[in-house]
């Protein structure tokens, strides 16, 4: 059973730019959340994204954005990205919207995102 | 805003030895989750504790939930080096966002 992929695996980008990382969750997962973690402060949640809505967004400016697609797949992006972007974003999927399903979360390898 | 602590943040042990990490949350929840991690890899799920009083082990793992005291721990028994791994710990609100503790960096020495 294919666990969660996310693309690309890393990717250095220039300040100003935008990004788009990928994940595919695990077969029959239809909730997929984002994460980004740093050193500095840790894991924090991103966005939730259930059925193509989302469900819960945390505490990021405007430039973080992201979607899901009819096959559970999502997308996230980032705007005119800046110095502090930098860090290892993570998707997770699970079969119900939110941890809460019992099973908590399967995590992707994640994407190493080096802003320059 | 739910707030998850771990404690302590850094442990050094020797192989051999037992040690307990402790996971504090500030909100009312029923469920609490622990997962690893090794140095520039993914989340890897290690237990889920899903009630008050749920007690889940694993090899040298063990994991305990009170929900009344707000506290969840892990002990570590007879530590072996591939222990060697941040933990982390994580609490549900009630919105479905969850909220990591701050990790645990867990280093054994031989």
């Known amino acids: 059973k294919a666990g969660v992929t996310q693309t690309p695996r890393y990717l250095i980008k220039t300040r100003g730019q935008q990004v788009t990382l990928s994940c595919s969750p695990i077969s029959g997962h239809r909730s997929v959340s984002w994460y980004q973690q740093t050193p500095g402060q840790g894991l924090q949640f991103l966005f939730e994204y259930f059925s193509e809505t989302q469900r819960n967004k945390g505490n990021f400016p405007g430039r973080f954005s992201g979607r899901q697609f009819s096959n559970s797949r999502s997308e996230m992006n980032v705007s005119t990205l800046e110095l502090g972007d930098s860090a290892l974003y993570l998707c997770a999927s699970s079969h119900s919207p939110g941890p809460r399903g019992g099973y908590g979360y399967t995590f992707g390898s994640g994407t190493r995102l080096t802003v320059v | 805003e739910l707030k998850v602590e771990q404690n302590p943040l850094f442990l050094s042990m020797q192989e051999g030895k037992n040690y307990t990490i402790y996971c504090n949350y500030s909100t009312t929840s029923d469920r609490l989750y622990w997962y690893r991690q090794d140095p520039g890899k993914s989340l890897e799920s290690l237990f889920v504790?899903?009630?008050?009083?749920a007690v889940k082990q694993e090899g040298r793992l063990m994991a305990s939930l009170d929900t009344k005291a707000r506290l969840s721990t892990l002990h570590i028994t007879a530590a072996v080096h591939d222990l060697s791994a941040t933990y982390f710990c994580?609490?549900?609100?009630?919105?479905?966002?969850?909220?990591f503790g701050t990790g645990t960096s867990l280093t054994v020495i031989p």
């Open positions: 994580a609490s549900p609100n009630t919105g479905n966002q969850f909220y």
């Open positions: 504790l899903l009630s008050n009083g």
